[in-house]
Structures are given as structure tokens and as C-alpha cells.
Nanobody, 123 residues
């Protein structure tokens, strides 16, 4: 499956953005998908994931309550709604498809990665 993320940009602290990830390939609807991020000089970290049918999702503690992950399997699109953004959310955000159907925060379970979209949050 090929993935393409979009929707990043510059936003003030407290603002909102919605990221999208368009997927091609029939495997999208059979597998969990997720969002990761990588800030300058830091390692890539898990943000959120969602199971194949959208029935279960999980979040990192740093974004829980502020971000919402969702998917539209009919359109092959993954979303990440980000509210109450903080400067520490600044990073390149990447979408990825896992090899399993259930949501997971394990980096190594994701095999298909899209190019990232930059989110910059100013204070």
C-alpha cells in the first residue's frame, strides 16, 4: 500500500489542524494504520493508531484527549484531528500501515510508510 500524508502547516498554540493520509492498494482496509511523528533531533515516536475497521484506537499519553484518529475505508483515507496544539507537537507527521489488523503502537509492526507532512506550532 502507498500512503501520502497532507494537511500540515503553521498554527498558533491552542489551534487545530486535520491531517489526511490517502492510501492506494486494497490492503489498506484490512490492516491497522497509524500516525507517528519525528521532531528535529529526536527519534520517531508513536502518536495514534486505529484498527482495520475503526473499532479500536490507541494514543500516546502526550496526545490523548487532544488528538483523534479516524479512517474512511470506502475512500481509503486516514485522518488525524489535532486540537489544542502545543509547541511540543511540532514535528514531521508520518502515516503508516501495519501488518496486523488490530491497532498497535509497535513501530516495527508498520511496514508501509508515507512521506511526512510538517506541523509547526508557534507559541
Amino acid at each position: 500500500v502507498q500512503l501520502q500524508a497532507s494537511g500540515g502547516g503553521l498554527v498558533q498554540a491552542g489551534g487545530s489542524l486535520r491531517l489526511s493520509c490517502a492510501a492506494s492498494g486494497r490492503r489498506f482496509s484490512n490492516n491497522a494504520v497509524g500516525w507517528f511523528r519525528q521532531a528535529p533531533g529526536k527519534e520517531r515516536e508513536f502518536v495514534a493508531s486505529i484498527s482495520w475497521n475503526g473499532g479500536r484506537s490507541s494514543y500516546s499519553d502526550s496526545v490523548k484527549g487532544r488528538f483523534t484518529i479516524s479512517r474512511d475505508n470506502a475512500r481509503n483515507i486516514l485522518y488525524l484531528q489535532m486540537n489544542n496544539l502545543k509547541p511540543e507537537d511540532t514535528a514531521v507527521y508520518l502515516c503508516a500501515a501495519a501488518i496486523y489488523a488490530q491497532s498497535t503502537d509497535v513501530d516495527s509492526y508498520y511496514r508501509s510508510w508515507g512521506q511526512g507532512t510538517l506541523v509547526t506550532v508557534s507559541s
